[in-house]
């Protein structure tokens, strides 16, 4: 069974349609990159998958669950690297990652093996607020892993993070995590490098969908013309 | 876990790992992460709290010589007591999701696999804890400031009146904040939701309240206002369970 089966998905705000007639299918254990201009629809993509937003029209399959109407099956196993942190400010890296921690059942333990991990556990008791955004986005990317997710949605993952830093994640999230992966990507040499199947997205319809190995990156480029 | 672990290179795919199974914690476990988290916020921020308590003193002084009188007693004293703790009380009510809402939280309760409703626990916890905190402050100001009657004898039921009354403002102020707090004119429209939900409240409390402050010193509050406050908070207790799951929704 795939990971994630699209079909003719469709999601709107009001009048304006973010997505319009997707469809794919990803199996187990790979990365789809999700290319597009501002704009495009790729954060609609990921929070429906995410099941934080429903999809109005189409079937969408997710960890073999149908959403919205399972939704609740697969809360737990996504984890979700989007735009905003999902950090309470005035809260250390610490006491964010323990509250997520105790949302999903996980041990303390975890936590201070992720803060190592991402090289945060020399900060971990100051306020969120005061830490860089590099910084912010390495917690961040603790706490989307906290749980050891299934799937991981990833908006730009390694958006403020220094060269350092990416690798740093790279084990976390990077392909090494063998999890299944959506990408939203603006970077087309390193998206491919990621991907084993590739969406092209605009103005909220499919461009392109092909296997990684299809795709060259002047056809990523196109779509930001 | 080492950060700089052997991570094969870019395009390579590693092994599938084993995933350690997690049991999703129950509702009083979410209940217990969600209300340490918001009183956490709130002794950071101190956002609610205290102003809640500066705005009843200073409503006590202002009636204080907006009435021209050194004391006041029975009804016009439950009264004053009520309108200015109901109004207090609207202030923790605009702000009770606003960290959710401004920086994430819902998303992030949202994406656990976790009982909906423990987020409605919580937070009607948490404001039932403000609203404590607000009588500590509020009540021996307005002793200090407005009462005539002394408070000593009438205490015990002043507090069963000021309990079941938080309780309702508790579970109506979570309610509406729920659902304001997702429109832009959030701190509008929590008032103009809450305020007509909680006037029997206060009309329960007031009436209840009236008694304990007369000059000849009732025993208790009387037995029906403490009825028709318990039948209000339970009602609307039941309703505010059954919806918030919705409110959550997209």
Redesign the interface.
Known sequence: MPALLLEGLARHFGEREALSDVSLSLA??QTLVVFGPNGAGKSTLLRVL?????PHEGHVRVLGSALPQEA?AV????G?L?H????????SAR?NLR??A?????GEARVE??L????MAGRASE?VRTLSRGMVQRVAVA?AVL??P?LLLLDEPYANLDPAAV??V??LI??????TRVICSHDPSGGL??ADMVLGLRDGRVSLVAGAGDVESDAIAELYR | MSARAEAPALGERAEQPARTPVRPPGLAATVNALLRKELLVELRTLESVPGMSLFAVTTFVVFHFALNRNSVEGDLAAGILWVTLLFAAILGVNRLFVADAEEGGFDGFLLAPVDRSAMFLAKALALLAYLAVLELVAVPAFALLLLGPSLGQSLPGLLAVLALGDLGVAVIGTLVAALAVRTRARDLLGALLALPLLVPVVIGGARATAPLFSLTHATGPPGRWLLTLGLYDLVFGLIAFALFDFLLED
């Open positions: 187990e254990g995410a099941t934080l937003l429903r609740w809360r737990g196993r996504i979700l989007g905003e942190p999902l950090l309470y400010r005035q809260l006491e509250f997520h105790r949302l999903h059942g996980v093996e992720l190592e991990a991402v090289a306020p706490r749980h050891d299934e690798e740093l790279r084990p990077g392909a090494a995590c063998g999890h490098a990621e």
